[in-house]
């Protein structure tokens, strides 16, 4: 079992940056693949950036180069680090682990609103 809580989200103004943090706990070996996810009303979670076990990271096209995904040594904390916020990145941002086998997990969100 892992468990995952979210925390970092806020009321940001358009160019600005925040600092979104994972917590892991349970069992951090089982995990695979950290990611972090977004979803606004009414659409699907959509993948933003992934980091491997083995240290390798992908971002999808619309987050490179703003978003920062990393972790510490212990593998208990995954952080996104976002840069340069426009209104089209408001959402639910949701943090993700997938085992090595079984049904991935989930955190319960945190809210991230970019407004003037």
């Known amino acids: 079992q892992v468990h995952l809580v979210e925390s970092g989200g806020g009321l940001v103004q358009p160019g600005g940056s925040l600092r979104l943090s994972c917590k892991v706990s349970g069992d951090i070996d089982s995990i695979g693949i950290m990611a972090w996810y977004r979803q606004t009303p009414g659409n699907q979670r959509d993948l933003l950036a992934r980091i491997f076990a083995r240290g390798g990271i992908d971002y999808v096209d619309s987050v490179k180069g703003r978003f920062t995904i990393d972790r510490n040594m212990r593998k208990d904390t995954v952080w996104l680090d976002m840069n340069n916020l426009n209104p089209g990145d408001t959402a639910i941002y949701y943090c993700?682990?997938?085992?090595?086998?079984?049904?991935?997990?989930w955190g319960q969100g945190t809210q991230v609103t970019v407004s003037s």
């Open positions: 993700h682990a997938a085992p090595y086998s079984g049904s991935p997990y």
